[in-house]
Structures are given as C-alpha cells and as structure tokens.
C-alpha cells in the first residue's frame, strides 16, 4: 500500500507535517510506501532529512499562490499514484483538484484543531473557517483527529451531513524516537550553565492568549523567595516585546531568558536538562479542539509538565496531572516552588503508548478494518 502525505507551508511556521515526518518511517516498517509532499525550503529538508530514512520518498513543490499550489499538487499526486492520500491539515491551499485524478485514491483529511473556535478568527473568516471544515468532511473518506474534541465534533458534523458512516480515527501527536535519542549538542553546556538551578522551560507562542504573562507572573512570585528558579522561553510571538519590558520592569532578566527559536537539534539536550515543562491551556473552545503537541515532545523525558485540566492533558496524565489555572498565576507559582523543594515527582506516563510507532500501528489497524476492500479495487485498475 502507497500513502502520501500531503503538507502545508514551513514546519518553522506551521507545525502540522509533524504526523508525516513523525508516521514515515514507522508506517514503511509497517510495509507501506510513504510518499510525502512538501513545500522546498530549508527548514523543511532539513527536518525531513534528520527524521525520516531515505526510504521515504520526498517531493518538493515551490512556494507559489494558492491556485499554482494547488496544481502542483494535483500534478505530483498523479505522478505518484497513491493508494491512500493523508492531507495533515486541510485548506483552501492544502488540497488537490479531484476531478483531474488520473485515479480514485482514499482521502485521510487530519484535523489537529477547530479554526472556528479561534477567538481571533471573527465575522466573515469565521464562517469561512467553519465552511471549510464542513467542506472536509464531504470531501473526504475520512478522518483522522488529533484531540477527543474533535472527534465528537466531526461525527456530531458527518451525521449532520448524513455521513454517518464516515470512519473517525482518534490519533494524537507523539514523540519520535530517534529525536529523542538524538545527539545532546548543548546539554553539557546547558547543565553547567544552570548549576545549581531549577530550570523551567516552555516552548510554544508568545501570546498572551497561550499563557505567557501567567508564566512571568509567577516567576514574579517565585522570585520574592528564592532566586534559583530559571525559566527559558523558547519560541517567538506578537507580545515578546511586551513580556521582555515586564521581565526588565520587574527585575526579572537574570531568570526569565527569551531565546527565540531553537533548532530542532538543540531540543533534547533543553529538555534533558530542564527540571520541569510549562504548556498553559485556557478553557476555551480552542483548546479543548487543539492537540498540543509539544507534551507529547516532553513525555519521553520524564519531567513534571505543568498545564492544565483541559483537553488532552487531561487524557495524558488524568487524576495524576500537574495542573494550574492559566488565569491565576498563583497557582502555577505554588508548582514551581513545590518543584524547586524538590517536593514533585514527574507523572506516571506510559510513554510508550505515545511514539509514532504507536500511532502507525493504530493507523493502520483502522485502515485495515475500514478500507481493505478499497484498496484491493484501486490495485486492480
């Protein structure tokens, strides 16, 4: 069986090819052909090159309008004929022209959160939003969602659509083994420069909608106690700015480092070095839908992650979480200072029910059970 992967953008700027990089050479492991898609720059060939074999097959498309993407497309998945065609997110810019298939492949189109729900998203991009996720599940064969959420959204929407027999598989972000086990190029460097520290790290957004001035807060409360508490910021976003004049206001600058985007390389020796993880949620729409994938990068190291009693985390970790109110900073200093007593053990997580191999396996016991017919008529033609 042949499944291609179709992506979206830079995996600097948009995350989502994370599930075709991550499932690649899991699924050939599995006996399929994986073919992916993906737009020419150096951040992606350099992510696909240090993830997947070159067994994995690879085809670059220049970065164009939405119309010439769209073609081009089209045109690679003519070339390559798949069986099974998996967008990793679906848009007016990330989808093919179905009528000018050569042949009639099984469209997989993955949800990894609900744009409708995004508060920034209002008036008419709204409806447009919600538009094209209801399009999705006419368009395609079925569907694969990142969070619980999204499954009960988009089978509340294809029995809307009387689609009720349209397959919804739930799959998650996971880890990746070999970044994991990936050279440690800074941890040295990294332990010795947070001797005697306990280090915080969040990587994400720097929005305050994604809990960054709970985090300085907090920080804020810590350090009227102790000053041995260091929290590095990994990641960009609109109220940097903004942060680092609070961080200076308050005196803050020798334990909250800003440090911009880090090089996928440079991850694990961060986050071998870190003491705990923070990945706030809000209890809004938005985060209930999204799969925050960057926990599921932290579960291999067996740290304490701090977030809260939404969503997936709530699936990840249940009774045994680590939880804060992203809206009372309080609550996530009262974690920090537990940690820097050395009072706080990581969480009791099965990480091996959350590597890519896992989600290969699941994926293609779903494909299996729903499609075997399929894929023996398309095999024939």
């Known amino acids: 069986m042949k499944i291609c992967f179709i992506t979206l953008g830079n995996i600097q700027f948009i995350a989502t090819m994370k599930r075709a990089i991550g499932m690649a050479d899991p699924l050939l492991s599995l006996g399929w052909e994986v073919v992916i898609i993906a737009q020419d720059s150096s951040e992606n060939r350099k992510r696909i090159a240090m993830e997947c ?3 994995v097959q690879v085809h670059y498309y220049p970065e164009g309008t939405a119309a010439e993407e769209v073609r081009a497309k089209t045109a690679l998945v003519n070339e390559i004929a798949p069986d099974y065609i998996l ?11 179905k009528n000018k298939l050569k042949l009639k492949p099984t469209i997989i189109i993955e949800h990894s959160e609900l744009p409708s729900g995004i508060p920034d998203n209002r008036g008419l991009r709204r409806y447009a939003m919600l538009a094209l996720e209801y399009w999705s599940v006419l368009y395609a064969d079925g569907l694969l969602c990142a969070s619980k959420y999204l499954c009960k959204t988009y089978t509340k929407r294809a029995a809307q659509l009387f689609r009720k027999q349209l397959p919804v598989l739930y799959s998650p972000y996971a880890f990746n083994n070999e970044v994991v086990a990936s ?37 804020e409360m810590i350090s009227r106690e102790r000053s041995d508490v ?8 609109r109220h940097q700015e903004e942060a680092k004049a609070f961080v200076k206001e308050k005196g803050l600058s020798l334990q909250v ?3 911009g985007y880090t090089p996928e390389e440079e991850l694990s020796s961060y986050f071998a070095a870190a003491d705990a993880f923070i990945s706030p949620l809000n209890d809004t729409v938005q985060d209930w839908a999204r799969c925050p994938s960057k926990i599921y990068m932290y579960i291999p190291f067996n740290k304490p992650v701090f977030t809260c009693k939404i969503g997936e985390p709530l699936e990840i970790f249940g009774k045994d979480g680590y939880y ?3 809206h009372a900073p309080v609550s996530l200093a009262a974690l920090i200072s537990q940690l820097a007593s050395g009072k706080l053990k990581p969480a009791t997580v ?22 075997a017919g399929k894929v023996l008529r398309i095999a024939n033609l």
């Open 53 to 55: 074999s070159e067994a």
């Open 324 to 326: 804060f109110d992203n």
């Open 230 to 237: 260091n929290l590095l910021l990994l990641g960009q976003g």
């Open 350 to 371: 099965n990480s091996a029910a959350h590597n890519w191999g896992r989600r290969a396996i699941d994926f293609t016991d779903w494909i299996n059970s729903n499609y």
């Open 257 to 259: 480092q800003f440090l």
């Open 183 to 219: 050279p440690r190029v800074r941890y040295d460097e990294l332990k010795e420069m947070y001797a005697g520290k306990t280090l915080l790290i969040y990587m994400g957004t720097l929005t305050r909608n994604y809990g960054l001035f709970t985090m300085l807060q907090a920080m």
């Open 87 to 97: 967008f990793c997110s679906f848009s007016f810019r990330n989808r093919i022209l």
